[in-house]
C-alpha cells in the first residue's frame, strides 16, 4: 500500500556515502524530501534523538518516526513506496541482493577505508585486500549471479546499485590522494564499466557530490591524520576517515 | 500460488549458534530438509565451493543454489516459506527488526568473540561491553518492539529476534561456564532472558 509522501526528513552528512544511499533511493522513488546536514564529529540534538544506538547520520524521520542503518532504510523506503521497486521481486534474487551489501560493508568499504588510513605496509596489504574483494565482484559480474546485466538490478538501479556505487567513488578519489591502484579497467573491466554506467545515471550525478570536492575533502583528512599520527592521536580522525569510507 | 516443493540441504555445525538459527526456522516453518554436518578443521570440497566468498557455515542450498550469511539465510526463509512470519507487516516494524537484528551481530558477536579470544584487562573489557550492550539490545526491543503478551519479542510466537537470540542461549550458557563470569542476567534482560529460555523449550527446537 502506498502512503503519501508526507513528512520526510533526512539527517545525513553531505561526503558520507551511506547518506548518499538514501538520498539517492528517495530520488528514484521520486520522493520529495528536507535534509539537514549534519557535522559527524559533532551530532546535533535531533541526531542524537533519533540515533541514538550509533549516533551516526544517516537517519531517516517519516511520520515524526526514525529509521536508522542505511540498507535497513532503504528497505524501508522500498517497502512504505512501492512504486519503481529496488529490490527484486523474487526471494533467492532478495538474498542474492543482500548477501553483496553485507559483502560491500563487511568485506569491501572496511578494506577500501583502511588504504585511506594506512600507508607502508599495511597500506600494501589493504590495497591488495580490495583488489581481492573486487575480483570476487568482478567474477559475479562475469561469470555468475549478474552475469550479462546492465546494473546489479537488471536493466534498472536496483538495490545494490545504490549500496556499492554510492561509495565505490572513494575508489578513484584514493587512487589519487594516496596515488594507488585500485580499480584499473584492464583487472576489472566489467566492474569498472558497470560504475562508469552507474555514475553516468542522471538521479546518480544529482546524488554524488562533485569529484574535485571529494579529492579536496579526502586530501584535508589525509593530511590532518598525517599529521596527527606523528603525534600519536588520530582516533577521531579514523572515526571521520571511517564513517566517510 | 501454491508453493513449489524444494529440495532443501543445510551444511551446518552442531555448535553454531549461527546452523542452529537457521536449523530452527526452518523447523519452525515445517520446512523438510537435508543436514549436512561439516567438520570445521576439515571443510568439504562443496562446502568450499558452496561459499568461496566466506568458506563458513551455514549455507542453505536450495534447488542446488547456495545462500551464505545466516541473516541473509533467515530472511530468504521468510520469503519464501511465509507461515509462521518471522517478520512483522508493518515497514516500520520489519525496520525496527531488521535494526536489531543487525546490532546483535555489529554490537553482541565482536565481543563474545573478544572473550572467547582474549585474557586479562582484554577479556574483562570484552565482559563489559557485551553486558551493556545486552541491555541496550533489551531497553530497545522492550520500547519499540515488545507488546507484552507472551514470552518471545514477537508475542505468543517466535520471530526473528527471538530465533537469533534464543540460537545464541546454549553457545553464551556454555560461554559463562568456560569464562567463569556471568554475561546475561535476568534481573537486568529480563525479555531476552524469556525469549531465549522458551525459544530452547520449544519443540520444534528440543526434537531430533
Given at each position: 500500500?502506498?502512503?503519501?509522501?508526507?513528512?520526510?526528513?533526512?539527517?545525513?552528512?553531505?561526503?558520507?556515502?551511506?547518506?548518499?544511499?538514501?538520498?539517492?533511493?528517495?530520488?528514484?522513488?521520486?520522493l520529495?524530501?528536507?535534509?539537514?546536514?549534519?557535522?559527524?564529529?559533532?551530532?546535533?540534538?535531533?541526531?542524537?534523538?533519533?540515533?541514538p544506538?550509533?549516533?551516526?547520520?544517516?537517519?531517516?524521520?517519516?511520520?515524526?518516526?526514525?529509521?536508522?542503518?542505511?540498507?535497513?532504510?532503504?528497505q524501508?523506503?522500498?517497502?512504505?513506496?512501492?512504486?519503481?521497486?529496488?529490490?527484486?521481486?523474487?526471494?533467492?534474487?532478495?538474498?542474492?541482493?543482500?548477501?553483496?551489501?553485507?559483502?560491500?560493508?563487511d568485506?569491501l568499504?572496511?578494506?577500501?577505508?583502511?588504504?585511506?588510513?594506512?600507508s607502508?605496509?599495511?597500506?600494501?596489504?589493504?590495497?591488495?585486500?580490495?583488489?581481492?574483494?573486487?575480483?570476487?565482484?568482478?567474477?559475479?559480474?562475469?561469470?555468475?549471479?549478474?552475469?550479462?546485466?546492465?546494473?546489479?538490478?537488471?536493466?534498472?538501479?536496483?538495490?545494490?546499485?545504490?549500496?556499492?556505487?554510492?561509495?565505490?567513488?572513494?575508489?578513484?578519489?584514493?587512487e589519487?590522494?594516496?596515488?594507488?591502484?585500485?580499480?584499473?579497467?584492464?583487472?576489472?573491466?566489467?566492474?569498472?564499466?558497470?560504475?562508469?554506467?552507474?555514475?553516468?545515471q542522471q538521479?546518480?550525478?544529482?546524488?554524488?557530490?562533485?569529484?574535485?570536492r571529494?579529492?579536496?575533502?579526502?586530501?584535508?583528512?589525509?593530511?590532518?591524520?598525517?599529521?596527527?599520527?606523528?603525534?600519536?592521536?588520530?582516533?577521531?580522525?579514523?572515526?571521520?576517515?571511517?564513517?566517510s569510507? | 500460488?501454491?508453493?513449489q516443493?524444494?529440495?532443501?540441504k543445510?551444511?551446518?555445525?552442531?555448535?553454531?549458534?549461527?546452523?542452529?538459527?537457521?536449523?530452527?526456522?526452518?523447523?519452525?516453518?515445517?520446512v523438510?530438509?537435508?543436514?549436512?554436518?561439516?567438520?570445521?578443521?576439515?571443510?568439504?570440497?562443496?562446502?568450499?565451493?558452496?561459499?568461496p566468498?566466506?568458506?563458513?557455515?551455514?549455507?542453505?542450498?536450495?534447488?542446488?543454489?547456495?545462500?551464505?550469511?545466516?541473516l541473509?539465510?533467515?530472511?530468504?526463509?521468510?520469503?519464501?516459506?511465509?507461515?509462521?512470519?518471522?517478520?512483522?507487516e508493518?515497514?516500520?516494524?520489519?525496520?525496527?527488526?531488521?535494526?536489531?537484528?543487525?546490532?546483535?551481530y555489529?554490537?553482541?558477536?565482536?565481543?563474545?568473540?573478544?572473550?572467547?579470544?582474549?585474557e586479562?584487562?582484554?577479556?574483562?573489557?570484552?565482559?563489559?561491553?557485551?553486558?551493556?550492550?545486552?541491555i541496550?539490545?533489551?531497553d530497545?526491543?522492550?520500547?519499540?518492539?515488545?507488546?507484552?503478551g507472551?514470552?518471545?519479542i514477537?508475542?505468543?510466537?517466535?520471530?526473528?529476534?527471538?530465533?537469533?537470540?534464543?540460537?545464541?542461549?546454549?553457545?553464551?550458557?556454555?560461554?559463562?561456564?568456560v569464562?567463569?563470569?556471568?554475561?546475561?542476567?535476568?534481573?537486568?534482560?529480563?525479555?531476552?532472558?524469556?525469549?531465549?529460555?522458551?525459544?530452547?523449550?520449544?519443540?520444534?527446537?528440543?526434537?531430533?
Amino acid at each position: 500500500m502506498d502512503q503519501p509522501p508526507s513528512s520526510v526528513k533526512l539527517l545525513g552528512s553531505w561526503a558520507d556515502s551511506h547518506t548518499h544511499r538514501v538520498q539517492l533511493a528517495l530520488k528514484l522513488k521520486g520522493l520529495e524530501f528536507e535534509y539537514q546536514e549534519e557535522d559527524f564529529i559533532n551530532p546535533s540534538p535531533a541526531l542524537l534523538l533519533h540515533n541514538p544506538v550509533y549516533k551516526k547520520v544517516p537517519a531517516l524521520l517519516h511520520g515524526g518516526r526514525s529509521i536508522v542503518e542505511s540498507v535497513v532504510i532503504l528497505q524501508y523506503i522500498d517497502e512504505t513506496w512501492t512504486d519503481n521497486p529496488i529490490m527484486p521481486a523474487d526471494p533467492f534474487e532478495r538474498a542474492v541482493t543482500r548477501f553483496w551489501c553485507h559483502f560491500t560493508d563487511d568485506k569491501l568499504a572496511p578494506a577500501v577505508g583502511l588504504v585511506f588510513s594506512s600507508s607502508g605496509e599495511g597500506q600494501k596489504a589493504a590495497v591488495d585486500q580490495v583488489h581481492e574483494n573486487l575480483k570476487l565482484l568482478e567474477r559475479e559480474l562475469k561469470d555468475g549471479a549478474f552475469k550479462g546485466r546492465r546494473f546489479f538490478g537488471g536493466d534498472k538501479i536496483g538495490l545494490l546499485d545504490i549500496v556499492l556505487g554510492c561509495g565505490s567513488y572513494w575508489l578513484a578519489v584514493f587512487e589519487e590522494v594516496m596515488e594507488v591502484k585500485l580499480i584499473d579497467p584492464e583487472s576489472f573491466p566489467v566492474f569498472h564499466a558497470w560504475l562508469r554506467d552507474f555514475e553516468e545515471q542522471q538521479e546518480v550525478k544529482e546524488t554524488i557530490p562533485a569529484i574535485d570536492r571529494l579529492l579536496e575533502y579526502a586530501r584535508g583528512i589525509r593530511q590532518m591524520m598525517l599529521s596527527l599520527s606523528n603525534s600519536s592521536s588520530s582516533s577521531s580522525i579514523n572515526n571521520a576517515a571511517a564513517s566517510s569510507g | 500460488m501454491a508453493d513449489q516443493p524444494k529440495e532443501v540441504k543445510l551444511y551446518g555445525h552442531g555448535f553454531s549458534g549461527y546452523c542452529t538459527m537457521v536449523n530452527s526456522a526452518l523447523k519452525l516453518k515445517g520446512v523438510a530438509f537435508e543436514y549436512v554436518e561439516e567438520d570445521l578443521q576439515n571443510k568439504s570440497e562443496a562446502l568450499l565451493r558452496l561459499n568461496p566468498v566466506y568458506k563458513k557455515v551455514p549455507v542453505l542450498v536450495v534447488d542446488g543454489e547456495p545462500i551464505a550469511e545466516s541473516l541473509v539465510i533467515l530472511q530468504y526463509i521468510d520469503d519464501v516459506w511465509k507461515n509462521p512470519p518471522l517478520l512483522p507487516e508493518d515497514p516500520y516494524q520489519r525496520a525496527k527488526v531488521r535494526f536489531w537484528a543487525d546490532y546483535v551481530y555489529q554490537k553482541l558477536v565482536p565481543p563474545v568473540y573478544r572473550i572467547r579470544t582474549s585474557e586479562g584487562d582484554a577479556r574483562k573489557k570484552a565482559e563489559e561491553e557485551f553486558r551493556a550492550n545486552l541491555i541496550t539490545l533489551e531497553d530497545g526491543v522492550r520500547e519499540e518492539l515488545w507488546s507484552a503478551g507472551g514470552s518471545f519479542i514477537n508475542g505468543e510466537k517466535p520471530g526473528l529476534l527471538d530465533v537469533i537470540m534464543g540460537s545464541c542461549h546454549t553457545g553464551l550458557k556454555y560461554l559463562e561456564d568456560v569464562a567463569g563470569v556471568k554475561l546475561v542476567e535476568k534481573d537486568r534482560t529480563p525479555l531476552l532472558c524469556s525469549c531465549m529460555e522458551a525459544f530452547v523449550e520449544l519443540d520444534v527446537v528440543k526434537g531430533p
